[in-house]
Structures are given as structure tokens and as C-alpha cells.
């Protein structure tokens, strides 16, 4: 009854194999099989801060046929993690513990490095060796992706890998989750692949554990490649075709030297030349584990700092040309680092209005009067859904099927949008960005945080008063009373988060945009002027 599925049967198999996963029916409670997103439950009485969100988005009004206390609609769009049609029984585990608290936890270990590097082979030695237990992160979302081949979710996810691009966090960490929970008489399990960027370890020890030794693969850039492309004609993974090979590369070498930072700053990191003889590597490996875990007296082998020259070396320069003439849409390392010094020097403004606020007339005088450079989500979208590459033809998929595109492909394309801007000041304006929380959390991990976000405060009645008029004069037939409501109501259930952080980070400035033209922006200037 809550979530009408098509196939009844399946839903409830996969109820029971849930059941099964969590370790019984007394494991079992009540809101079990109810999506996070509908757990929390409104204070009784309302409360302040909600009566002045139900009084702006549904204004009391003899013009209109709802009242107040009316139910909001719910909002029509598509969310690889958060939606219900998207969400699988088995990821309804976030609030379980991992590992059973009344029993010694296991030793973890991470082995990480660039692709082709050998943390596979490393990993399986390390589990036999010390009868530990082994999972490869990316085994478990190739083989969940080949289980669920017809779900619209993995569906998108396998199109992500396949382009070389890191799966979801939550994705990964939950598929993560549910795979410890079925080893829990494990005395040791050896992670391999994972974690791939400084945010899945914060995760990782917020959700599972604190690790207790991460092995670092350091191996020369020429040497990944070299080995990406053997496998890729030994065994053809669809994630080892030349473009993906290029990709996966570059999101390790942008991702790698922080990662190992925060690991040695908390002691757990030891790294290893990975360019050796595997048993050799493999003898290293074992001398560290005995000392970090078992209390060898034998002395640990491998450096202990990071060598950046195992990362960022070029390699071959004539491999290294005709990798990049093959690849010709990457940036080369070098150019990706300056420029994303570059992009943290930048000053960055984002700008927030719905429907109607009149963002739209404001950030052009913004423009005029500063000389932003200013990125449009919406038209960033239409350009790239409209070129040949492989994400083009993703963004035409996810579009043609009316389903929200993925926080991080936006800010990607933001990012190199940014890169590619003209002009040595980089100020950006960047409009109607961030559309929910994630992508805001997103843009600061992989971009920077913005100096200031303005939002267009303005009433849900006014913006329908606009939205309606300027309906009449286009005569737009699509732009009725409802979809207009629709469009006013969501946009303030989407955006309340948004604002909430950033007010907490005292980057907020409201504009109050009910008035004319000339008095808005005589209020932006008044905020825009001290800090650009």
C-alpha cells in the first residue's frame, strides 16, 4: 500500500531477502521497509520555522481554490539516490550497525592506488596470507549492476563506470555496508579499491569504521597505462575502453595525492612502489602488516611519505602524446592542477530565485555592472546533451526520460566550464546553482566554496501573480494555475535546505524581491560591492 509497486511479488522477495540479509525477523521494525526520505515525521503543532515555509508557499488568498493546511504535491523528479522509484529494500540499512557491538571488530584494511597498479593481486595476498576476509569494491557494483541489468538506477550507474567516472558515494557505501554484514565472523577483511577520493574515507569511517592500515600502490603513470591497456585486450572490461582508461586516470591523479595526505595525517598510511616484482612488493606488505597489526618486531618496509614523482610523472613522452591525441577531450595533468588553483582563487556567486523572483532580469545586470562570467545550469545541460561524446549521449538518456541528472556530471560541467572561461580575473556568477544541498556539498569538494549566494526572497503569491501575467502574454497554454503552483511549491521545498546551510555558513545574503527592478538591484549592489 505505501509504494504501489508494479511487480508485488518481486517487491515483497526482496522484502524477505532483506529480511533475511538484516539476521532474522527480530531484527525487523516497524518503518524497516519505509524509504529514509519518509521516516521523519512533522512536529504536531508546527512549529515557527514551518508555519512561515506553509505561509510562503501556499499563501492565504480568497484568489485561490486551496487553503492553507492544504498537502503540498509531490515534487516530480528523479534522483539517483534519493528516490523512491530508485531506492532498493536492501539500502534501508543506514540506521543498522555494521559490525556487532558486543564482539571484537574485525582489523580493516584498504588497499588503494591508481588503476592498474595491482591492488587486486595485492589484496587477495593479503587475505590468504592472513586468512582474512576479501571484497573488491568494484566486483560488488559490476556484479550488482549485472543482477539488476533492467533497473533503471544501475542502469544510469553502469553508464557512469563505463565512462570512468567514480559510482555514487552512497551507492558504494551501501553496497559496501550490506557485504560486511554478511562476513560478521570475519577477524580481518582487506578492502581493494576503495577509498577512491578524500569524501568516500570521511563516509567510510562515519558510517563502517575508523581502518586500521591503509596500503598505498604508488606506480608510474606510464606503467598504469600500459597495464590498463593489456587488460583491456586480455579481458575487456567495459570500464578499460581508452576513453574510461583516460578518465579513471585523471580522477586518480586528482584525487590520489589529497587522499594520502589525510591518511598519513592520521597515522594509518604506509606507501609501496608498486613498479617492483609483485612478490617483492607483496614481501613489503606482509613486514607492514605484522608490524602495524600483529606486533611484529620486524622492521616495516616501503616509505612512509608519499613520492608525488609515482603520480605525477609523465612517463614515455611519445606514449604519453599518442595516449592524449586519442583522448584529445582530457586536460593533461599538469594543466588540471593550475587550473584547479586557479579555480579556488576564484570569487564565486551564486545566485537563487525561483519562478518569478525576477533572478533572471537581475543576474544580466549583475553582468553589465561587474563583468561575471555568467554559467547557466540549464544551458550547460543543452550544450552538452548535444554533442557526440559518451556523457552527451548519458545527459540525451537520463533528459529523454525526464529524470534529474546527476549532482556530479552538473558539477563537472561547471568546473570545466570555469576552466575554459577567457580572462585572467575569474569572477563567476553562477544562476539558479545549487538546485539541492548535495550539489552544493559537491561544488565545494571538487570546485570551491562560493564567496557569496544571494537568494531572490520573494513571496510564493507574487512569484505566482508574475508567473500567471507573463503566461497571458506569451500565451504559453502549458503555464496554468496548477503547474504554476507546482512549480512555486517545489522550488521552496528543494531550495529550504539550501538556504539553511549556507545561512549557517554566513555566506547568505536575502534579497527582497518584491519590489521593481531598480530597487532589487539597488539592494544586490549594496551586498555585491563589499565583496567583488
Not at 609501496?272 to 616484482?277: K, L, P, Q, S
Not at 575569474?426 to 549566494?453: A, M, N, T, W, Y
Request: aromatic share 8%; proline share 5%; charged share 30%.
Amino acid at each position: 500500500m505505501y509504494y504501489r509497486p508494479d511487480d508485488p511479488v518481486e517487491y515483497l522477495e526482496n522484502c524477505l531477502q532483506k529480511v533475511k540479509e538484516l539476521g532474522g525477523s527480530e531484527k525487523v521494525r516497524w518503518d524497516t521497509f519505509i524509504g529514509q526520505e519518509k521516516r521523519g515525521l512533522p512536529p504536531l503543532n508546527g512549529g515557527q520555522a514551518r508555519r512561515s515555509f506553509f505561509r510562503n508557499v501556499l499563501p492565504d488568498s480568497s484568489n485561490y481554490s486551496y487553503r492553507r493546511y492544504d498537502r503540498l504535491p509531490p515534487i516530480q523528479q528523479f534522483s539517483i539516490e534519493s528516490d523512491t522509484d530508485m531506492t532498493e529494500t536492501a539500502e534501508l540499512i543506514e540506521e543498522y550497525e555494521v559490525f556487532d557491538p558486543s564482539r571484537p571488530r574485525p582489523k580493516i584494511i584498504l588497499v588503494i592506488g591508481g588503476p592498474g597498479s595491482g591492488k587486486g593481486t595485492q589484496s587477495l595476498k593479503i587475505a590468504e596470507r592472513y586468512g582474512f576476509e576479501y571484497i573488491s569494491v568494484g566486483e560488488l557494483l559490476r556484479k550488482k549492476i549485472h543482477n539488476t541489468s533492467s533497473n533503471r538506477k544501475w542502469s544510469l550507474i553502469a553508464k557512469i563506470i563505463t565512462t570512468g567516472e567514480l559510482a555514487p558515494q552512497e551507492t558504494t557505501i551501501t553496497e559496501m555496508k550490506q557485504r560486511l554484514m554478511q562476513i560478521p565472523d570475519a577477524e580481518g577483511i582487506v578492502i581493494d579499491g576503495f577509498p577512491r577520493d578524500v569524501a568516500q574515507a570521511l563516509s567510510f569511517e562515519d558510517q563502517i569504521c575508523t581502518p586500521d592500515l591503509v596500503v598505498f600502490l604508488a606506480c608510474a603513470n606510464h606503467s598504469l597505462k600500459e597495464r590498463l591497456q593489456n587488460r583491456a585486450e586480455q579481458h575487456g572490461r567495459p570500464d578499460d575502453n581508452l576513453k574510461a582508461i583516460q578518465r579513471r586516470l585523471m580522477n586518480f591523479k586528482q584525487n590520489a595525492v589529497l587522499l594520502v595526505k589525510y591518511f598519513q595525517e592520521k597515522g594509518l598510511i604506509i606507501t609501496f612502489d608498486a613498479d617492483r616484482d609483485e612478490e617483492e612488493i607483496f614481501c613489503d606488505i606482509s613486514a607492514a602488516v605484522d608490524n602495524k597489526l600483529l606486533a611484529s618486531t620486524q622492521p616495516v618496509a616501503g616509505p612512509s611519505e608519499l613520492d608525488l614523482s609515482l603520480i605525477m610523472d609523465g612517463g614515455d613522452p611519445d606514449a604519453e602524446s599518442d595516449f592524449e591525441a586519442e583522448a584529445d577531450d582530457e586536460l593533461r595533468l599538469s594543466e588540471v592542477e593550475n587550473i584547479k588553483e586557479e579555480l579556488k582563487r576564484s570569487r564565486i556567486l551564486f545566485v537563487l530565485g525561483g519562478p518569478g523572483s525576477g533572478k533572471e532580469a537581475v543576474c544580466e545586470r549583475m553582468v553589465q555592472k561587474y563583468g561575471f562570467t555568467h554559467l547557466c545550469e540549464a544551458d550547460l545541460l543543452r550544450k552538452e546533451s548535444a554533442s557526440s561524446t559518451e556523457r552527451g549521449r548519458l545527459l540525451r538518456d537520463v533528459i529523454g526520460r525526464s529524470e534529474q541528472v546527476p549532482g556530479e556530471i552538473v558539477v563537472q560541467l561547471l568546473k570545466e566550464a570555469m576552466a575554459a572561461s577567457p580572462g585572467s580575473t575569474k569572477r563567476f556568477l553562477i544562476d539558479g546553482f545549487p538546485r539541492d544541498l548535495k550539489q552544493g556539498e559537491e561544488f565545494e569538494r571538487k570546485v570551491s566554496e562560493p564567496s557569496l549566494v544571494l537568494v531572490m526572497d520573494c513571496s510564493a503569491e507574487t512569484m505566482m501573480r508574475r508567473l500567471l501575467k507573463r503566461s497571458k502574454t506569451s500565451q504559453d497554454v502549458s503555464e496554468n494555475m496548477e503547474s504554476i503552483r507546482k512549480r512555486v511549491s517545489t522550488y521552496f521545498q528543494v531550495t529550504e535546505p539550501v538556504i539553511t546551510y549556507y545561512e549557517s555558513k554566513a555566506l547568505l545574503c536575502k534579497i527582497n524581491a518584491e519590489g521593481t527592478l531598480e530597487d532589487i538591484f539597488l539592494q544586490v549592489c549594496a551586498s555585491v560591492d563589499p565583496i567583488f
